[in-house]
């Protein structure tokens, strides 16, 4: 008889909060890398009959996404998001694949199309899992945490690398600098210069905004979503007076403090107001330069808009928390779901 997981799988039941209610994100659990020399290195090599940057090593993110415009674009969770970016803005597509789960996560979590047939979800073509969590057992049978995305998986040892976007975006940022061509090895998006500041910012951007949404929205006592929504919003206006006057947060380029707010501010009008109560404002109609901001990035960027599908976006949040919208409508808005340049 297997074990029940549903506190695991089922978000609905295992919602982490505190006793006065507050939302408590648990730490991510796999948290090994991809370096040369290290137990799992990037190189080259050939891979059950299709050609990888690996001798042994299939690097697969298994993420919420859906193809758009013959590109794949992530829907569900920010923190997955962010991934998919650096891997098309670093031209990582060939090395590293990507599997795609529908953005309804139900009982049992994050299913594969095998399971659920949404447009554009494929199968697990390595483990043939119906869900990922079948993935974290596989690597841990005993594993007691959630059963998140992204993940990294290791095809010759059959475990999980890393499930912990901070961490794997850093990977994508630097560790392939040596197979992948002299202009994309150039970009970097942490550099050693500005790394001071980008983690200062990224530090509280986490906690009140990043997290900020979900600590408001998945709050089950009136102070501990008081205690949430207002240092949201006075994050949010920081951050329109960081960007006054600039196209970026962090010394003049696109760094990965960028990439980590994108990812929830693209969230924010569609899915944040309204289905996680953050309705102070809304970022088109109260926060000029954050919009500016966004719109660049969306419109002027391909590793940003191509990566961004705004239906599966807004039905993953929709349909999956049905202890906040039990009845699973997705609403129609907003119109239009970003504003044009």
Not at 84 to 99: M, N, Y
Not at 141 to 164: A, H, M, Q, S
Not at 194 to 219: H, P
Request: charged fraction near 20%; hydrophobic fraction near 35%; charge should be neutral.
């Amino acid at each position: 008889m297997s074990r029940d997981t549903s506190l695991q799988s089922d978000i609905s039941k295992g919602n982490p909060t505190t006793k006065d209610g507050s939302f408590n994100r648990a730490p991510s659990s796999f948290r090994n890398t991809i370096q040369k020399g290290g137990q799992f290195p990037p190189e080259a090599g050939f891979v059950a009959g299709i050609i990888f940057m690996f001798p042994w090593l299939v690097v697969r993110i298994v993420i919420s996404t859906i193809l758009c415009s013959s590109s794949q674009a992530p829907g569900g969770t920010a923190w997955a998001h962010r991934t998919l970016i650096v891997r098309k803005l670093k031209g990582l597509e060939d090395l590293i694949s990507v599997s795609t789960v529908s953005p309804r996560m139900g009982a049992n979590g994050w299913p594969f199309s095998n399971v659920d047939e949404f447009p554009g979800a494929t199968t697990d073509p390595v483990n043939n899992s119906d869900h990922v969590k079948d993935l974290y057992l596989k690597a841990e049978p005993d594993y007691g945490g959630r059963f998140t995305v992204p993940v990294l998986w290791d095809t010759k040892t059959g475990t999980i690398v890393n499930n912990e976007s901070s961490e794997i975006i850093r990977v994508f940022n630097s560790d392939f600098n040596h197979i992948i061509s002299p202009e994309k090895a150039a970009l970097d998006f942490y550099p050693t210069n500005l790394r001071q500041e980008i983690d200062e910012v990224n530090a509280w951007i986490y906690d009140t905004v990043n997290n900020g949404v979900y600590k408001s929205g998945f709050a089950n006592t009136q102070k501990a979503y008081e205690a949430a929504v207002h240092p949201l919003f006075e994050s949010l206006d920081r951050i329109e007076k960081i960007l006054e006057g600039k196209e970026y947060l962090v010394g003049g380029c696109l760094t990965e403090a960028d990439i980590r707010l994108y990812t929830t501010i693209v969230r924010f009008d569609p899915v944040y107001h309204g289905h996680f109560k953050c309705n102070f404002r809304t970022i088109r109609g109260g926060y000029p330069n954050i919009n500016r901001w966004l719109k660049n990035l969306y419109w002027n960027n391909d590793a940003f808009q191509s990566t961004t599908d705004f239906d599966h976006i807004k039905t993953h949040y929709y349909w999956s928390h049905t202890m906040i919208n039990p009845t699973r409508v997705v609403p129609a808005g907003p119109i239009p779901v970003i504003e044009p340049l």
